[in-house]
């Protein structure tokens, strides 16, 4: 079965400093990656997905994620975080059925 | 418009009581699922019905039966609830199209407190 690893339970922040969450998936075959986003109190929001491509992909509100076919990972970046960015982050990876990361909680303190 | 609305968004019931969750998708999709997000917020698959027909069941207590009445359509009914069922219970929606690839989208959460 397919695993999923998020290496950050909680990573804190000040506003604009960089964000960097990672995500390393034990399947080798082909799948389709996620990062999703649970704001407060909320549902679960698409970020971004990969299928194929371009490994670099953007997403909404100014993410993007690199996919590393050679290790595995599938890692979320912002080059400067908001206060409005504080959340919960899934890393989730499809093969026969979505499989989600633990999930990464980012404080953004302004 | 919601393109997956469950209800009720909250639920506060006794032990023992039975209870059920309605889910409804208008995105045309083919591929209904339940997840349950514990207060850990660690997300599990539950079930997963394409076309109506069951494909996923997860380790579940056969105490939660989902049902499908058609492919815009996916309840989930709980017997004798116990305290550790409490949990937000979200459900979901996917295409297996070649554009979609099975990205899920999810609805606003029921929250069900057990008492």
């Known amino acids: 079965a397919q695993s999923v690893s998020q290496h950050n339970h909680h990573v804190i922040l000040s506003e604009a400093a960089s964000l960097e969450l990672g995500c390393n998936y034990s399947y080798g075959g082909t799948v389709n990656l996620f990062w999703y986003v649970q704001y407060p109190g909320q549902h679960l929001q698409l970020l971004l997905k990969?299928?194929?491509?371009?490994?670099l992909v953007k997403g909404i509100k100014g993410f993007e994620a690199e996919f590393i076919k050679s290790k595995f990972s599938f890692n979320l970046r912002k080059p400067s975080v908001q206060w409005s960015d504080t959340a919960e982050y899934f890393c989730a990876v499809n093969d026969y059925k979505l499989s989600f990361g633990a999930g990464t909680t980012v404080t953004v303190r302004a | 418009d919601t393109a997956v609305s469950q209800t009720p968004k909250y639920l506060v019931t006794q032990m023992g009581n039975d209870k059920s969750i309605k889910c409804e998708q208008n995105?045309?999709?083919?591929?209904m699922y339940w997840y349950k997000q514990d207060s850990k917020k660690f997300l599990k698959i539950m079930f997963s019905?394409?076309?109506?027909?069951?494909?996923i069941n997860e380790t579940v207590p056969n105490r939660f039966s989902p049902k499908s009445p058609d492919k815009a359509h996916l309840n989930l009914h709980i017997n004798s609830l116990e305290l550790g069922d409490s949990a937000v219970y979200f459900c979901a929606s996917s295409s297996h199209d070649s554009y979609s690839r099975n990205t899920i989208y999810f609805g606003e959460g029921s929250w069900l407190t057990v008492v």
């Open positions: 019905y394409n076309n109506k027909e069951l494909i």
């Open positions: 990969y299928f194929s491509g371009d490994p």
């Open positions: 995105l045309g999709h083919d591929t």
